[in-house]
């Protein structure tokens, strides 16, 4: 079964800091990553899509990477926003499922 | 307004009821997902749907009944609810014709069992 996992589990910035949050996955046979971000009391957004083909995608200040071979996906948000203060969720997309890591709750402080 | 609705957002039951949460989309989507989260346990798949009249259990689907007679609809019914069950579910759909591509989310559906 496959195995996504999410570190570190929160994490505190001060505003303007560039991050990279981590993303991991043992089952190196997916179709795509998505990174998703999550309100409080809120569905998921969907953030970034990269398939398997694909080495990164970048929207605005995001650009997620993906590794495929050593089973690794990073998210960088430049210049942190205290609006950015979520929880970020990354998912694995194999043969008939999609699995979810337990996110990394950012705070940015302003 | 396009997109994924789900009802009720809130629910209070007591436990041996039975629930149903709805879920609708406007964009004609195939895949359909329902996932409950729950703290410690991240997102868990219930069941889904490939297309209308075709659907496959999840990671965890035991207590839960799911249908999907139209495709723009996908709701999960609790036929017994339980105090296990208390959790907060959400309507997924994929935007493509298979399963690769962007996945779309609705608001969720916050339910209490007694």
């Known amino acids: 079964k496959q195995e996504v996992t999410q570190i570190p589990a929160a994490l505190s910035v001060p505003e303007g800091e560039n991050l990279v949050l981590n993303c991991s996955f043992t089952?190196?046979?997916?179709?795509?990553l998505q990174w998703f971000r999550q309100d409080p009391g809120k569905g998921l957004t969907s953030l970034l899509l990269i398939q398997s083909s694909q080495r990164e995608q970048t929207s605005g200040r995001l650009n997620a990477s993906l590794d495929k071979s050593s089973g690794r996906s990073t998210l960088y948000i430049a210049a942190s926003q205290p609006g950015d203060s979520a929880t970020y969720l990354c998912a694995v997309t194999g043969a008939n499922n999609l699995f979810f890591g337990t996110g990394t709750r950012l705070t940015v402080i302003p | 307004d396009a997109g994924i609705t789900q009802s009720p957002r809130y629910k209070i039951t007591e436990t041996g009821r039975q629930v149903t949460l709805m879920c609708h989309q406007t964009w004609s989507h195939s895949y359909m997902f329902w996932y409950r989260q729950d703290l410690g346990h991240g997102l868990r798949l219930i069941y889904y749907s490939a297309a209308a009249d075709i659907t496959d259990k999840g990671e965890v689907p035991d207590g839960y009944v799911v249908s999907r007679s139209k495709t723009e609809n996908f709701p999960l019914t609790l036929e017994s609810a339980t105090r296990s069950q208390t959790s907060v579910y959400f309507c997924?759909?994929?935007?493509?014709?298979?399963?690769?591509?962007?996945?779309?989310f609705g608001e969720g559906s916050r339910l209490t069992v007694l």
């Open positions: 997924a759909s994929i935007g493509t014709s298979g399963n690769t591509g962007e996945l779309f």
């Open positions: 089952d190196s046979a997916i179709y795509n």
